[in-house]
């Protein structure tokens, strides 16, 4: 499903609620590492190749909670 939403408000709502549901163990389980460092880039999340999946799903989870969009969406690969 495309998202053509300003900011991606409406992908970032659905991965706001999972986030809720799911917490940090979610994300590791949902997405593989490249996944992860996509969304870190894309909400601004510093990450390096050694970084490891808990790690990102912990600051992603933290940054998702508090932004209202997607603030990089230019970083994001379609």
């Not at 939403?5 to 490249?34: E, M, P, W």
């Not at 992860?36 to 390096?48: D, T």
């Not at 997607?70 to 379609?78: C, F, S, V, Y």
Request: charged residues 20%; hydrophobic residues 35%; aromatic residues 6%.
């Amino acid at each position: 499903m495309q998202d053509h939403t300003d900011g991606k408000i409406a992908s970032h709502s659905r991965l706001q609620c999972f986030v809720q549901k799911h917490s940090i163990t979610g994300l590791v389980r949902a997405y593989n590492k490249g996944q992860l460092q996509h969304l870190c880039s894309a909400y601004g999340v510093k990450w390096n190749s050694k970084t490891n999946k808990k790690d990102m799903a912990l600051r992603l989870v933290e940054i998702i909670c508090e932004c209202r969009c997607i603030p990089h969406t230019a970083r994001i690969i379609q």
